[in-house]
Structure formats: structure tokens, C-alpha cells
């Protein structure tokens, strides 16, 4: 295969066009990049005296333990408390919790833990000493251990220490426990929002887990999608994803039941996102809610006024200049300059709207695009609003100057597709590609069970197609801005959709295959598209050609999704140096990183011989992306 490469570039690359889609389903949230590692810990969102109230609770030593709606509730926030009734003269005796499918002990952190008590009815007589402990379920064994005290108060009051494991543990399945002597005292205490949280990303306060952020931040992402995904809807409207509900102390935050079935804390509110993605050197791509629930609901368009009044607020409250009501908040939570905020998305897929996800436009949702955008344009000119339908179907008003196209489907569709974006008419509109990956080999069920063809972990086969379609991206990135795989992140232990970007348990980070294609896009992004030979949309062998500026290179990305070794020669059109890079990922079709070997595909780099008729070898079911200095 000969490939003819132009010197002049087409179109320069967007800084956009990287980036990653949030939200917090399979644990991505609470249990995964927030870094409060305590389940349940606000008992909220409850129905007090139910099994699940208890979620993650357990007693120790004969307590007896239920969750109540206090009669002096916490706060208004937070109505419901753990009351734990202590038996006469036992030993230890407290609660303990299991965390999020276990709790990583490293000796390395010091943890802060806290939580709040009070003695509803009988005082003890004077202090009592309490222990704060990180113990192996089964074992026992102490890991860290803090006495606080607790003073007679019928007044709620928080206690706050610290633990450092003086070992490791030698698996995950720990867990927090508050014991006191039962010799000291009988009676019932009432505790609520415990805390346990190790040393945050970056230092953030209430920020993200060390390592998911990490692993995040070494994709070098351009931006952040939040809140969602579906998990901005709402099962109802009244469970919607409101931004108001998510800032301020943690006693003020209610939480709410996410859209994938479990409580959201939202411990990690705009106002953490906001700062994390400033941390990250990212941007936001914020959606508001616009009028559609999870469940059918939508709010007709005549009673759209509030709804659109607390979307115009969310934004107030990311840029808004401190005179204002939503910038003064902000500024009083430590962040007077406005956050960048180029993006908003109008709702997150009017549901079945979008793309490749086929349904009878029957279907439709009653989308809202022209009231929110009439409404919120005009106050706000430099943001581009998104519109989360098909594209031009149904046909909008006022015309939307980007969309937000989704698709799941098959490697092989992914490796016939890479023109996608080829033939779209060039009118000014652009589009973020805001959600894609291969979820099956099935193509006629594409969200089914392994056993009929979903994937669990991303495979080899599957990350090299998905790597053609980038390469469309790459190739039509005067009008593709953004994109980013979903979903992102996932539990292993506990989770609602498969394959994610990133797994991870209590303790490990397993980086897929897709996610270290994303990563050698991402960090190889170029600075100009060089058009080149066009490859046969039908074949196996996919290329791209960039130009970074700095330093000056031409950057090759070959995607063999067949299964034999394919030869290309490259007719570059400047000399280049006698060697370049090469960082080359290559697997077996079915080949996955799993917890029990995280790592058995990962990229390997190495020192290639260049020339500038270029010939590369491309191993069977593998991306190689050469970077070759120009001479
Ligand atoms: O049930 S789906 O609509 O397929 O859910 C998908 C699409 C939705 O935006 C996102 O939240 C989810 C998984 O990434």
C-alpha cells in the first residue's frame, strides 16, 4: 500500500479534540473518583428501618444497629442518623463499613476520618473514649487505630482525626469501624456523615482518588463532559441532577438516586468538578437539564420557565462576575474568576434521538432545544450550545451550531465507518462525538450479555477499530471538535454497563486497551491534518498523518484491524531524520487487560530506522503510532 502524504495541510487540529465523558454510573462517582472511600456514609436517600438503609453497615459485638429519622435530624440535608444501641457491659461494640467493595490500607496515606454523634436520650455521665479503626474483615487485624472522645451532648458534634496505617494489608477486603467499651457506657448514640478519606489528587479538598485521577490526567485530556449522560436526566424530574444541590458543606448536600440505580452523595458537586478540571488543565462541557426525565417525564413547554431559570443559574454560577448572585457564591467557596466555559449541552440525548441508537422518530422526546437556547444565547454569546439530537433530524430551531452524536457498536462497524464524517456538508456546523465505543461483537444486540456478545473489558479487535474511527475524527477535525469514549469509568465489583474506558476495585486501576488507544491519540494529537491516500473503507489497514509544530515531526497512526501483518510505504513530503519513534500496541483479537493482569497489553516504544519514503510493517491486530522529526 502506497500512501501518498500532502505537504499542505488541510485544516489545523482542534485543542479540543481529546477529551473524556463523565458521569456517574458502574461507581464512577461515589466508590470511584471521589475520593471518599465510606459507602453510605450519610445514610441518604433512605427510607429509614429498611435493609437497605443499612447499605455497607454492619454492628459489631452485639449492637444493635437501625437507621432512624432523627427527631434532631443533622441537618435538613441530611434527616436520617444511624442510632446504635449499645448493650450492657459488653466489650467492643460499635459499627463498622465495608466501603465500596472493599478499602485500600496504604501505610503511605494518612486518611482523614470523621463523623458526627450525639446521645439522643440517656448522657453518659462523662466522655468516653471512642476508636476509629481500619481492620481486616476477616482477619481482624488493626491496620490504623485513633481514640477520639465523645462528650455527654444530646448536640450533634463532629469528630475529626487521622489514621496511618502502620502495614499494608494483604488484600482489599478492610473495612472502617467506630467501637467504643461497653463496659464505659449502655445506651444508644446516634452518629451521622462519617467521612474516610485518604490524601486527595492534587491536594484538593473534598477532591478525587489519586489514582483513577491520575490515570485520567496521563491521557492528557482537552476536556470533561459532566454531569452526564444519563445521569443528568433524572429517573423523574424531581430527581434530576440539579447543580444548587451539589455545592456547599457536605451537611447541606442531600444527595439523590442517580439514574443507574444506586445514591448519588454528591460529595462531588460542580464546584469539585469545576476545580478538578481546572486542575487537569481541561475544559468543561457542562449540560444542563432540558426538560426530559429518565423514566418519560418532560416538563411541557409552558411550565419550562424554572427549569431554564436554574440552567441559567448553573452558568451564572460557573462565569459569572462576582456581582452577580451566581459568581458571589462562587467566590465565597474560594473561586472569585469565572471558570472557562465554552460549552454547554442542551440535555444529554433526548433519548433515542441520537444517532446509530435506531428507534421510529416517534419516539422523540419533546426536546427543548429553542426554549433553553432562546433564552440563554443571548445572555451568554460566547458559549456554543450543543444540541443532543440527530443531526438536522428533527430539523432545529434556531439552527444549532454543534451536535452531540453518540454510537455503540462493533468493531467491524467502527472499521467501516471511519469516514462517517467524510461526506457531512460543510456549513458551519461542528460536532462532538460524545460518546462511542464498542460494546459487542453482535451487531444485532449490541447491549446484550457476554454470552451473546457484549464485552466486559475492551479487547485488542475492538480497540484498533474504534482507533479507525479516531482516525476519521482526526481526518474531518475541521468540523469534529471533540470526542470522547464512554463510559469512562467503571467498578469492577459493582457496575451497570460494560466495556469501560477505565476499571478499577478499591485499590487498583486497570487500564484497558481502548484506554491506551485513546492515550496514544491523545498525547500524539498533532498540530495540522496532512491529507493522504485515502485507505479502502472495506480493508483492514487505516493510517493518519499529522504535523506537530513543536517539535517538528510528522506523526504516522496505522491501525491494522485485520489479522494478517500489512506492509505500507509512506511518500513523506519533506526529509525527515534517519529515526523516529515507534509506540506500538498489539494483541490477540480477544486479548483484554483484566484486574488478575492489568497490563497484559500496553503500549511498547522503541527507536525506528525513518527515511522519507517511509516503509512500515504493520503487525496484525495492532496501532503503531510513529513520530518522525523532520530533517
Ligand atoms: O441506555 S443508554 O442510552 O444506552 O445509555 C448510554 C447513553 C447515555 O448517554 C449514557 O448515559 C449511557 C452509557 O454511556
Redesign the pocket.
Known amino acids: 500500500t502506497i500512501v501518498a502524504v500532502n505537504g499542505t495541510a488541510s485544516h489545523p487540529i482542534p485543542k479540543t479534540l481529546w477529551g473524556l465523558m463523565y ?1 456517574d ?1 458502574s461507581h464512577s462517582g461515589d466508590g470511584g473518583l471521589y475520593g471518599e472511600r465510606l459507602q453510605n456514609r450519610a445514610f441518604q436517600q433512605v427510607a429509614p428501618g429498611t435493609t437497605q438503609a443499612l447499605n455497607s453497615w454492619s454492628a459489631i459485638g452485639g449492637a444493635l444497629i437501625e437507621v432512624v429519622a432523627d427527631t434532631i435530624p443533622l441537618s435538613s440535608a441530611l434527616p436520617n442518623s444511624l442510632q446504635v444501641l449499645i448493650p450492657e457491659g459488653a466489650g467492643e461494640v460499635g459499627v463498622e463499613n465495608s466501603g465500596y467493595y472493599g478499602i485500600e490500607v496504604n501505610p503511605a496515606w494518612t486518611y482523614n476520618a470523621s463523623f458526627f454523634y450525639r446521645f439522643p436520650s440517656i448522657l453518659p455521665s462523662g466522655s468516653i473514649a471512642a476508636n476509629i479503626s481500619l481492620v481486616g474483615a476477616e482477619s481482624r487485624t488493626t491496620f490504623a487505630a485513633s481514640s477520639v472522645t465523645l462528650n455527654p451532648t444530646a448536640d450533634w458534634t463532629q469528630v475529626t482525626t487521622s489514621l496511618t496505617p502502620n502495614s499494608s494489608a494483604s488484600d482489599i477486603n478492610n473495612t472502617f469501624t467506630v467501637t467504643l467499651d461497653g463496659a464505659a457506657f449502655s445506651g444508644v448514640v446516634n452518629f451521622g456523615l462519617f467521612s474516610l478519606f485518604p490524601p486527595a489528587w492534587m491536594g484538593q479538598e473534598n477532591g478525587m482518588r489519586e489514582d483513577i485521577a491520575q490515570a485520567l490526567f496521563e491521557l492528557k485530556p482537552s476536556f470533561f463532559r459532566f454531569p ?4 443528568l436526566e433524572g429517573e423523574s424530574i424531581a430527581t434530576r441532577w440539579q447543580w444548587n444541590a451539589t455545592i456547599g458543606p457536605l451537611v447541606n448536600r442531600p444527595g439523590r438516586v442517580g439514574d443507574w440505580g444506586y445514591v448519588n452523595t454528591d460529595g462531588l458537586g460542580i464546584y469539585e468538578y469545576l476545580i478538578w478540571i481546572e486542575l487537569m488543565g481541561m475544559q468543561p462541557i457542562m449540560a444542563v437539564w432540558s426538560g426530559y426525565a429518565l423514566g418519560g417525564a418532560s416538563v411541557p413547554e409552558a411550565d419550562l420557565a424554572p427549569y431554564i431559570e436554574q440552567a441559567r443559574q448553573q452558568i451564572e454560577f460557573v462565569v459569572g462576575n462576582t456581582s452577580t448572585p451566581g459568581g458571589a457564591l462562587r467566590a465565597s467557596l474560594g473561586h472569585s474568576k469565572p471558570f472557562i466555559l465554552n460549552y454547554v449541552e442542551i440535555g ?2 433526548a433519548r433515542f434521538t441520537c444517532d446509530f ?1 435506531s428507534a421510529a422518530p416517534s419516539t422523540y422526546r419533546s426536546y427543548r432545544w429553542a426554549s433553553f437556547v432562546d433564552a440563554l444565547q443571548n445572555e451568554y454569546p460566547s458559549i456554543r450550545f450543543i444540541a443532543t439530537t440527530r443531526y438536522n433530524n428533527p430539523v432545529l430551531a434556531p439552527k444549532p451550531k454543534s451536535y452531540d452524536l ?1 454510537v ?1 457498536q462493533t468493531p467491524t462497524w467502527f472499521r467501516q465507518n471511519g469516514g462517517y464524517y467524510d461526506s457531512v456538508t460543510r456549513d458551519g456546523t461542528t460536532f462532538f462525538e460524545g ?1 462511542y465505543a464498542t460494546t459487542s461483537t453482535n451487531s444485532s444486540n449490541l447491549y446484550g450479555i457476554p454470552e451473546q456478545g457484549r464485552l466486559i473489558y475492551p479487547t485488542v479487535q475492538a480497540s484498533v477499530s474504534e482507533a479507525v474511527f479516531m482516525m476519521g475524527f482526526e481526518r474531518n477535525s475541521d468540523i469534529v471538535f471533540a470526542a470522547s469514549y ?2 469512562l469509568l467503571g467498578h469492577v465489583t459493582e457496575h451497570q ?1 460494560t466495556p469501560n474506558l477505565l476499571s478499577f476495585d478499591s485499590e487498583q486501576v486497570i487500564k484497558s486497551t481502548s484506554y491506551w488507544v485513546q492515550q496514544m491519540f491523545s498525547a500524539n494529537k498533532g498540530d495540522w491534518y496532512l491529507p493522504s491516500t485515502l485507505a479502502n473503507t472495506a480493508g483492514t489497514l487505516f493510517w493518519s498523518v499529522v504535523k506537530q509544530d513543536t517539535p517538528l515531526a510528522f506523526i504516522l497512526k496505522i491501525s491494522n484491524a485485520g489479522t494478517a501483518t500489512a506492509s505500507l510505504v509512506f511518500e513523506l513530503p519533506s526529509a525527515v531524520a534517519s529515526s523516529g519513534t515507534l509506540i506500538q500496541l498489539q494483541g490477540s483479537a480477544t486479548d483484554s487487560n483484566t484486574p488478575d493482569n492489568p497490563n497484559l497489553i500496553v503500549p511498547v516504544t522503541s527507536t525506528i530506522a525513518a527515511k522519507q519514503n517511509l516503509t512500515f510493517t504493520a503487525p496484525a491486530l495492532s496501532l503503531s503510532v510513529i513520530t518522525v522529526p523532520l530533517a
Do not use: L, V
Request: no cysteine.
Open positions: 458521569e454510573i452526564g449522560g444519563n445521569n444529554n440525548e441508537i453518540h455503540y460518546e464512554a463510559p454497563w
